[in-house]
């Protein structure tokens, strides 16, 4: 037991190595990949990609974001490309990084898109506070709940609309001259957002069959996260976390149970750490958590068996509980949930003990030795049971349908994959083709009373 702990710690102490690597082989990039189009000229508008829930790493983005546009003089404005269902962080995190946005010098605006983005929670609050707000057609925004911003810093035409949306979602739509409760303009892209933006500098091109308006000496900069804030930052994903979580969980159980530290085990270790940052970082109900690592171990004594039973029943039940009441106030999402129950339920019923029994099962520990050995049954084998053999549990099957009691001796007669026939000690019914231990004794002790009553002939 020790042993196979003390595995399961140098796994997760490997992962966190790997993590550490990667963070220093990437971290030490820029957190935003920039391309630029439009010729030199008048400045330069900083479009940045939010996307996802607001947690501490896209919080962090923005904050580099705006230190980098109020260092640069030739910034004009700083625009947020939202598609974002909530934040993540506490309330003063939140609350500062409102008073940023708020209190810089650089203008800072707002573009939902592209089509179906959605905007909600705190989220959808700091459009109250932007300078500028356009919208895609199809977009979705609302479910504001109660303010945490200051009301006196939001706009009049979002103030105004914000009872409407306090716990209500709607789509952004063009309805002829006006658009939904007319707060925000309408933009399909985020190109035609930043043609009407003040200050921005375009033409009309009239080469083609259209006159159309396009960037003329205003520079457009394109930023996102850096590749591995991004992988960060995926792990905040409520299905991600929870999928990550569990799988983790599963292979480092898988890994409990075999020799050496192989592959799974190293991928089980970085997945339950990913796993664990997530759920730390989402509103994930510490009980919940605590129910799904306890299905684990109720699925572990079923395992070590290799017989679904009474515990895998009580694992079964503490992994759906866990799992549909893991996280408050987020959905996980049915396609997640179904993966994940029916993925770790086909695994710990079905794959799991077969995988386990495999690798114990092979030609190097002497299988086949097996035939004719002796062991302790420790659940009835009527017809079909447990018994321990060399301190391991099998699962085994009468030969004859002769029913062998716990605490009784069966004799190995045959393997059928992974599955042991036996028979009982004394009483079995008689095969005059099989020729185990006993058969040969009396073989013997028939061949020597044979040519005993020859001898007494010839005399």
């Known amino acids: 037991m020790l042993t196979r702990l003390r595995r399961i710690a140098t796994l997760i102490t490997l992962a966190l190595g790997l993590l550490l690597g990667l963070v220093?082989?990437?971290?030490?990039?820029?957190?935003?990949?920039?391309?630029?189009?439009?010729?030199?000229?008048?400045?330069?508008?900083?479009?940045?990609?939010?996307?996802?829930?607001?947690?501490?790493?896209?919080?962090?983005?923005?904050?580099?974001?705006?230190?980098?546009?109020?260092?640069?003089?030739?910034?004009?404005?700083?625009?947020?490309?939202?598609?974002?269902?909530?934040?993540?962080?506490?309330?003063?995190?939140?609350?500062?990084?409102?008073?940023?946005?708020?209190?810089?010098?650089?203008?800072?605006?707002?573009?939902?898109?592209?089509?179906?983005?959605?905007?909600?929670?705190?989220?959808?609050?700091l459009m109250g506070i932007m300078d500028d707000v356009g919208m895609a057609n199809g977009s979705d925004f609302g479910d504001l709940g109660d303010p945490v911003i200051d009301e006196a810093l939001f706009s009049s035409e979002f103030a105004e609309v914000y009872p409407q949306l306090r716990n209500k979602t709607v789509e952004f739509k063009d309805q002829g001259d006006d658009v939904t409760f007319g707060f925000g303009r309408l933009a399909p892209t985020v190109i035609l957002y930043l043609l009407d933006l003040p200050g921005f500098e375009s033409s009309i091109d009239s080469s083609g069959d259209e006159s159309v308006r396009v960037p003329d000496r205003t520079r457009v900069a394109f930023g996102a996260l850096s590749v591995f804030k991004q992988q960060v930052h995926n792990l905040g994903s409520p299905p991600v976390a929870y999928l990550l979580f569990i799988l983790g969980m599963a292979l480092l159980l898988f890994e409990f149970f075999t020799?050496?530290?192989?592959?799974?085990?190293?991928?089980?270790?970085?997945?339950?750490?990913?796993?664990?940052?997530?759920l730390d970082v989402l509103p994930a109900r510490w009980w919940a958590v605590g129910l799904l690592v306890l299905s684990m171990l109720a699925f572990a004594v079923d395992v070590q068996t290799g017989v679904p039973r009474f515990w895998s029943v009580v694992g079964t039940i503490m992994l759906v509980v866990g799992s549909m009441f893991l996280y408050n106030g987020i959905s996980l999402g049915w396609v997640a949930l179904l993966t994940g129950?029916?993925?770790?339920?086909?695994?710990?019923?079905n794959g799991m003990p077969s995988m386990v029994r495999t690798r114990f099962s092979t030609a190097t520990i002497g299988r086949q030795n097996m035939l004719g050995q002796y062991g302790e049954v420790v659940e009835?084998?009527?017809?079909?049971?447990?018994?321990?053999?060399?301190?391991?549990r099998w699962r085994a099957r009468t030969n004859r349908a002769t029913p062998i009691a716990v605490?009784?001796?069966?004799?190995?007669?045959?393997?059928?994959?992974?599955?042991?026939?036996?028979?009982?000690?004394?009483?079995?019914?008689?095969?005059?083709?099989?020729?185990?231990?006993k058969d040969t004794d009396e073989a013997v002790e028939h061949d020597e009373l044979a040519d005993s009553e020859a001898a007494v002939t010839d005399r």
Request: hydrophobic share 45%.
């Open 341 to 349: 129950l029916i993925g770790i339920l086909l695994a710990m019923i």
């Open 380 to 392: 009835a084998v009527a017809p079909d049971g447990v018994v321990l053999i060399n301190g391991a």
């Open 24 to 125: 220093g082989g990437w971290a030490s990039g820029a957190s935003a990949q920039d391309t630029s189009n439009g010729a030199e000229g008048d400045g330069r508008v900083n479009v940045i990609e939010v996307s996802g829930y607001l947690d501490p790493v896209l919080v962090d983005f923005i904050h580099q974001q705006l230190d980098a546009a109020e260092a640069d003089p030739e910034v004009r404005a700083l625009v947020l490309q939202m598609n974002s269902p909530g934040a993540l962080v506490n309330e003063a995190t939140f609350t500062k990084l409102v008073e940023r946005l708020a209190s810089t010098p650089v203008s800072v605006t707002m573009w939902v898109g592209p089509s179906g983005a959605k905007v909600k929670g705190r989220s959808a609050q």
């Open 259 to 278: 020799a050496g530290v192989g592959i799974a085990g190293i991928i089980g270790a970085g997945s339950f750490i990913g796993g664990a940052y997530g």
């Open 407 to 437: 605490g009784e001796q069966a004799r190995v007669a045959e393997i059928d994959g992974l599955t042991l026939e036996v028979e009982p000690e004394e009483g079995a019914a008689r095969d005059y083709r099989e020729r185990g231990p």
